[in-house]
């Protein structure tokens, strides 16, 4: 049982440097330490120390993303390795404490808490109402592109009606008139595609800007008195709340043109630069033009690229380079549209 409850408590913390969670796996191993004796202060008061110092650099743009993120991962790989020596550890000092065998008590409740940090990540369950809520109002995109060939990407719903894409999945009025909006394109929970509700779009309501400036088309979806457009709802923008670095941004999309998807974890925002946000979370081909929601389910962006070869992309003006993925603050959109 006590080995059992070490190799629980041990599994947790490494749980949380594979998310990232770096201050509070520090939290969780202090508790360890304090229950196991392993004698492991010294090594994790090092390890976090760099680390942190290298953080604070990081954050007074002292040191370049690249030279934080390889510190970061070397904090992240000296506490696993650290982590996997503490059984033995705690073997040998009880045997030097005279103990037949370790004694690492089952922590109680109050204890176990402490796994998740000084950090609040609980979340009403309305979150997920929302989210749903939300999720409704994303679509596929399918189409003939310019050069004859049949292409998808991802949309969304506004309140008056008009979808939002790049400007490289409906590139010219033309195109439109060869679009549709496909909503409904998700998987239920009984394992069954849904029905998909698809409506035709008008181009003489398009508007756009190139990739290189904001990329993004809008066009007006035109509505079917025996499918109302209203059924699917409409997403919520809150264009001056950007997020911080480190913040999660949730994308909803259908990547490869495949059933409706969402990208909840790993999400984390890396920097902003002029119009455009950077961030972690996951995309494939077809997620282009999906909406990029802040943690209150308000849009802020619109995914449009990314790269991960070469170092990646710049994410910010002191020129730092990462793997990431990029959207178009709708700040910089509206301000270009006029609304």
């Given at each position: 049982m006590q080995q059992e409850a070490l190799k629980v408590y041990i599994d947790s913390i490494r749980a949380l440097l594979l998310e990232d969670e770096i201050n509070q796996a520090y939290d969780a191993l202090v508790d360890l330490e304090n229950k196991s004796q392993a004698g492991i202060t010294n090594d994790v008061i090092l390890i976090i120390g760099n680390y942190r110092?290298?953080?604070?650099?990081?954050?007074?743009?002292?040191?370049?993303?690249?030279?934080?993120?390889?510190?970061?991962?070397?904090?992240?790989?000296?506490?696993?390795?650290?982590?996997?020596?503490?059984?033995?550890?705690?073997?040998?000092?009880?045997?030097?404490?005279?103990?037949?065998?370790?004694?690492?008590?089952?922590?109680?409740?109050?204890?176990?808490?402490?796994?998740?940090?000084?950090?609040?990540?609980?979340?009403?369950?309305?979150?997920?109402?929302?989210?749903?809520?939300?999720?409704?109002?994303?679509?596929?995109?399918?189409?003939?592109?310019?050069?004859?060939?049949?292409?998808?990407?991802?949309?969304?719903?506004?309140?008056?009606?008009?979808?939002?894409?790049?400007n490289h999945v409906l590139k010219t009025a033309d195109v439109v008139k060869t679009a549709k909006a496909e909503f409904n394109y998700e998987v239920g929970v009984d394992g069954k595609t849904k029905s998909i509700t698809a409506y035709q779009l008008d181009p003489s309501s398009y508007i756009t800007s190139p990739p290189t400036e904001y990329d993004f088309a809008r066009v007006k979806v035109i509505d079917r008195a025996d499918a109302p457009l209203s059924q699917w709802g409409f997403v919520?923008?809150?264009?001056?709340?950007?997020?911080?670095?480190?913040?999660?941004?949730?994308?909803?999309?259908?990547?490869?043109?495949?059933?409706?998807?969402?990208?909840?974890?790993?999400?984390?925002?890396?920097?902003?630069?002029?119009?455009?946000?950077?961030?972690?979370?996951?995309?494939?081909?077809?997620?282009?033009?999906?909406?990029?929601?802040?943690?209150?389910?308000?849009?802020?962006?619109?995914?449009?690229?990314?790269k991960t070869e070469g170092g990646g992309l710049v994410i910010n003006e002191r020129g730092d380079k990462a793997p990431a993925n990029r959207g178009v603050l709708f700040r910089d959109i509206f301000a270009f549209i006029g609304k």
């Open positions: 110092s290298a953080k604070k650099k990081f954050d007074g743009q002292l040191i370049p993303y690249e030279q934080f993120s390889i510190q970061e991962a070397r904090a992240k790989n000296a506490l696993m390795g650290l982590l996997d020596s503490v059984p033995r550890k705690v073997e040998l000092n009880a045997k030097i404490r005279g103990l037949g065998s370790y004694q690492f008590s089952v922590p109680d409740e109050a204890k176990l808490e402490k796994l998740i940090g000084p950090g609040n990540n609980l979340l009403r369950i309305k979150w997920l109402e929302e989210a749903i809520k939300a999720s409704k109002a994303v679509c596929r995109i399918s189409f003939t592109d310019v050069d004859g060939s049949p292409s998808v990407g991802t949309g969304f719903l506004t309140q008056e009606g008009y979808l939002f894409t790049n919520e923008f809150d264009p001056e709340a950007i997020p911080a670095v480190g913040d999660p941004v949730t994308i909803i999309q259908h990547p490869e043109g495949e059933d409706k998807q969402i990208a909840l974890t790993a999400n984390e925002v890396l920097g902003q630069l002029k119009q455009h946000i950077f961030y972690k979370t996951d995309t494939k081909g077809g997620s282009s033009g999906s909406p990029v929601f802040n943690k209150n389910w308000k849009v802020v962006a619109i995914h449009h690229a990314g």
